[in-house]
């Protein structure tokens, strides 16, 4: 097995730092309710939603990935069913695919980590839980750190960025603030489809070092937003910790069923051509 020698130091540190911050989560109120037709406030607000409990879920230390797979491995937040009042299903293994994408006649590498999510117990207990698969990318910058982090859309539901604030500020400088109804800088002033293809719904900080985001999932099995380690969770109260193991996305079943073909075929990312088409990439990222 092999790992990167300090990974395993940055997690624990990350971890650490995200029990302490749970603190300042708690000052928050309890998540906004959603409403309106507009996708894109809808998925505006969800991420800025707040879970009243939840279970933090961290990588094991002796992980079959190191690398940059290893140095980035997320933190899970796994919300408490509030009508249930029962801890979640945590996963035991996330994979991670490895790649790069050319944006602008550059590479840039990128990482898919994904893993099946098992479904709420039914009350009686009977029965095995249904399984959904969830995911996300990472797209690094010159400098090794995060510039994007990207959940995939559905035939009905539009793929969800979230911006480096380095990049944001650089967009600011170069174009000036965002021109309604856009939000963001680093956004294009490409034409806004209806539905839209994808919305721009947060900007993260920059951590201090190369490490992965926390990953908020709801409790209906469905990411809701990805934030720094380096911010304060969106939980009021962890109740309860459990552990995964990284595996290559190659030893994924999805992989083995499609003899390579690792992602499940549900999850749509946006093309290198629709990302460059979307957003304002800055020689300096």
């Keep these: ?110 990482l898919i980590y994904f893993w099946q999510s098992p479904g709420p117990r ?51 400088q170069s174009f000036g603030p965002a021109t309604p109804p856009r939000h963001f800088a680093a956004e294009s002033d490409m034409p806004l489809s209806s539905p839209p293809r994808a919305v721009v719904v947060e900007t993260f900080d920059d951590a201090p070092m190369p490490m992965g985001p926390i990953v908020h999932v709801s409790h209906q099995n469905r990411i809701t937003a990805l934030i720094c380690r380096c911010s304060p969770v969106r939980v009021q109260r962890l109740s309860g910790q459990a552990w995964y193991e990284l595996q290559p996305a190659s030893a994924s079943p999805r992989a083995a069923v499609t003899g390579g073909a690792a992602s499940p075929p549900h999850l749509r990312w946006l093309t290198p051509d629709e990302l460059e088409a979307r957003l304002r990439w800055l020689p300096e990222l």
């Design 122 to 172: 039914s009350r009686e207990g009977a029965g095995r839980p249904a399984t959904v698969w969830l995911a996300f990318r990472i797209l690094l910058g010159t400098r090794g750190q995060p510039v994007l982090w990207e959940l995939p859309g559905t035939e009905d539901q539009p793929s969800r960025l979230f911006v480096a604030r380095h990049w944001e500020e650089a967009a600011r």
């Design 1 to 110: 097995m092999r790992s990167a020698n300090r990974a395993p130091m940055r997690i624990a540190a990350a971890a650490t730092a995200l029990l302490l911050l749970v603190s300042a989560a708690g000052c928050q109120t309890s998540r906004p309710p959603l409403g309106g037709s507009d996708p894109s406030e809808t998925a505006r607000q969800e991420a800025r939603q707040t879970f009243a409990e939840a279970w933090l879920v961290k990588p094991v230390e002796a992980s079959n990935e190191g690398g940059l797979p290893g140095l980035f491995a997320p933190l899970l937040v796994l919300e408490t069913d509030p009508a249930r009042g029962r801890p979640p299903n945590p996963p035991r293994v996330l994979w991670v695919e490895e790649q790069s994408l050319t944006i602008h006649q550059r590479p840039w590498p990128q």
